[in-house]
């Protein structure tokens, strides 16, 4: 039974990935639709190998009532020998990875967030943040910080505040099965690979995002989680797909923001999919929806390495292929 009050190291740095919560493109036309309720879960195979990757697109915040999953999904997590995600969080020593990550979340030494995004802005934020009441969101605490981070702290806040608590995200939730099973836990990236991409964006992009977010009211961000959250259950690409094109097209400056942190990212991610492969066994792999889709995503880049793709259905793992 899902217990929506995750374990402490899983739950403590689980809002640093919110961003990919609300990151989704449009998946490629990879065979046919599957004949049952599609999920969304790929397989991956090698002719010459017999080692089987199931590659789960995931949503990194959710409300409650996602859960139980489809059957489909426990049943790859129960198949796998490995569980592979973005960033293991459970496994994060904040002793020697928590001063780096705050230090990467921080503007220059004199320089502020008010300067940073201009005066417009910070009066649209420190309302924002009035209005939620949270202790440890205020403009004093928010000073220091990039626009980036901050964006990440109103959209995991807007969640909580529609819902009435915190969503358990999908990779949360495996890993929570993981540590009761043993089951090994490896990583595409990791949380200093990503905190330090973020950190890299220009400071203008980060700002175009931020603004974005503030364009929105509280109610509408929260609304939008659940809404993607209705469609991933739903296996409806589509919707997800519109939301984010929305999004990427409403500031030109965002076009080089999602290019950053998702087709570039997806390379590699694909490089560490195939090197599962080639080890044999059985893997699932939880990785952001977005990475998965389009011509530059990891179903795309693997299936031009030779893998062979087949995307599953509500009818379990054994189930056939639709006939062609």
Request: charged residues 20%; aromatic residues 6%.
């Amino acid at each position: 039974m899902l217990r929506h009050a995750s374990s402490p190291e899983v739950r403590r740095l689980a809002p640093i990935l919110c961003l990919l919560a609300v990151l989704v493109w449009p998946a490629p036309a990879i065979g046919q639709e599957p004949a049952g309720h599609p999920l969304m879960l790929w397989e991956a195979t090698l002719p010459e190998s017999n080692a089987t990757v199931h590659l789960l697109g995931t949503i990194h915040e959710a409300p409650p009532d996602l859960y139980p999953l489809d059957s489909g999904y426990e049943e790859a997590f129960d198949k796998a020998d490995t569980l592979v995600v973005e960033v293991n969080i459970a496994a994060v020593d904040m002793a020697t990875v928590g001063n780096k990550v705050r230090k990467l979340s921080m503007l220059p030494d004199g320089v502020t967030l008010a300067e940073v995004i201009g005066p417009e802005l910070w009066q649209l934020l420190t309302e924002r943040l009035a209005g939620m009441q949270r202790p440890g969101l205020t403009p004093e605490r928010v000073s220091s910080l990039q626009p980036l981070p901050v964006a990440f702290m109103l959209l995991t806040e807007s969640l909580a505040k529609v819902q009435g608590q915190r969503g358990l995200g999908i990779e949360a939730y495996f890993l929570e099965r993981a540590l009761e099973k043993d089951l090994p836990v490896g990583e595409l990236e990791g949380m200093l690979f990503q905190v330090e991409l973020f950190a890299s964006i220009p400071l203008e992009q980060q700002t175009s995002y931020l603004a974005m977010i503030l364009d929105h009211g509280v109610e509408e961000l929260g609304e939008n989680f659940i809404t993607m959250a209705d469609a991933w259950k739903a296996g409806d690409l589509d919707t997800l797909a519109e939301y984010v094109r929305m999004e990427r097209g409403s500031d030109p400056a965002l076009g080089p923001f999602y290019d950053a942190i998702l087709e570039g990212r997806n390379p590699h991610m694909a490089k560490k999919v195939l090197d599962y492969l080639h080890r044999g066994g059985d893997t699932l792999v939880l990785v952001g929806a977005a990475h998965l889709a389009g011509d530059t995503g990891i179903l795309a880049l693997l299936q031009n390495a030779g893998v062979r793709i087949r995307r599953l259905d509500s009818r379990g793992l054994d189930a056939p292929a639709p006939e062609s």
